[in-house]
């Protein structure tokens, strides 16, 4: 069992995601990376707490491993923007990976990005190691399966979960 915390703008997108693959045993939406001791969703929209909107994903790497979670992450939100995915704008919907294990996560997590920009796609995904995760209200929980026909999720969402559907279909729940 691994755990790794991924941002990728809005956690109700990433989240949404995930939950439909093979392999993840949990996928939880948060808070990581800021200075302030606490974190809500207020504060963090606010951009004073240097927070980021990101998930939390525990996942069975005998079924998936980490780097088609990577491949999952990177195909499915844009990596090449700073501070923004689409229509949200701030630095809590910046790209990140968050490991929770160097020696076993860091590497991979490295060459991914790697590949990516060898194939000339100017990844600007940050990397650091997992910092304090702090859960988020729970409403925000499983939000779009509960919220289908907000507005936003129907824009938003629905072409992320194609693209899932057509690359990783062979890791579909």
Not at 72 to 88: L, Y
Not at 97 to 126: C, H, S
Request: some cysteine; aromatic content about 10%; hydrophobic content about 35%.
């Amino acid at each position: 069992m691994q755990t790794i915390i991924l941002g990728g703008g809005c956690f109700w997108c990433t989240e949404s995601v995930f939950q439909s693959v093979k392999g993840v045993q949990k996928v939880t939406s948060g808070y990581m990376g800021g200075d302030a001791a606490t974190a809500n969703y207020d504060a963090v929209c606010s951009g004073n707490t240097g927070h980021i909107e990101v998930i939390k994903v525990e996942f069975d790497d005998t079924v998936i491993p980490l780097e088609v979670i990577l491949d999952i992450f990177f195909t499915t939100h844009d990596p090449t923007t700073k501070d923004r995915q689409g229509n949200d704008v701030g630095s809590q919907y910046r790209s990140v990976v968050f490991y929770t294990d160097e020696a076993a996560q860091k590497p991979t997590v490295d060459r991914t990005i790697n590949k990516l920009r060898n194939m000339g796609i100017g990844v600007v995904t940050e990397v650091h190691p997992a910092s304090e995760f702090f859960v988020a209200e729970e409403y925000h929980q499983n939000f779009y399966n509960k919220n289908p026909q907000q507005g936003y999720c129907s824009a938003v969402i629905p072409p992320k979960l194609s693209k899932l559907r057509k690359e990783f279909k062979e890791y579909l729940v």
